[in-house]
C-alpha cells in the first residue's frame, strides 16, 4: 500500500500541508486501525471488505473486545472487588494479603488506578524495581 500510495501521491503535486494532512488521514485510518505500517498492506484489498467479511462492518470480534480478554483469562482465577494490601514474593510463587484473606498464587497481576500507586497503598515485597518506582513518582529522589 505504501508503494501505491507514494505513486499516486507523487502525480498530485500536494504542497507541504496538504502531506501533512494525507499522512495524518492515513495514520488514522489505516495505521491504526491495521495496528500496522502501511508496508504490509495490500492496496487492492485493504478496504474490499475482504478482511472484514461480507458485511464491511468491523467484525474482528462482532460480540466485542472483551472476547480477548475473556478467551485468554479462560483457565485463570480472576478476583475482582478484592482489596489488595500486600504483594510479597516467596520461593515458588506469590504471597498476595488482602481482606478476603491471603491468595497464594505462582504469579499475579495487579491492576489498580496510578493513584493507590502514588499513594503507596499497596506494599511490595520486595520494592518495586527503580525504573517503576521513578515512574510513579517522576519528581521524588528515590534512593
Not at 36 to 47: E, I, K, Y
Not at 68 to 83: E, F, I, K, P, S
Not at 109 to 116: A, D, F, I, Q, Y
Request: aromatic content about 6%; glycine content about 8%; hydrophobic content about 45%.
Amino acid at each position: 500500500m505504501r508503494r501505491a500510495v507514494r505513486r499516486r501521491v507523487a502525480d498530485l503535486n500536494l504542497d507541504a500541508f496538504e502531506k501533512d494532512e494525507l499522512t495524518f488521514y492515513l495514520n488514522a485510518t489505516y495505521t491504526t486501525e491495521w495496528g500496522a505500517d502501511l508496508s504490509p498492506l495490500s492496496a487492492r484489498t485493504v478496504d474490499e471488505g475482504k478482511e472484514y467479511g461480507c458485511t464491511g462492518e468491523d467484525a474482528f470480534l462482532p460480540d466485542g473486545y472483551d472476547q480477548a480478554a475473556a478467551h485468554l483469562a479462560r483457565n485463570l482465577t480472576v478476583d475482582v472487588g478484592v482489596v489488595v494490601r500486600r504483594v510479597a514474593l516467596r520461593r515458588g510463587g506469590v504471597l498476595v494479603d488482602t481482606n478476603a484473606g491471603p491468595i497464594r498464587a505462582r504469579a499475579v497481576v495487579v491492576t489498580v488506578p496510578l493513584g493507590v500507586l502514588k499513594r503507596e497503598g499497596i506494599e511490595f515485597v520486595p520494592g518495586l524495581p527503580r525504573l517503576h518506582e521513578r515512574a510513579i513518582h517522576p519528581w521524588v529522589l528515590v534512593c
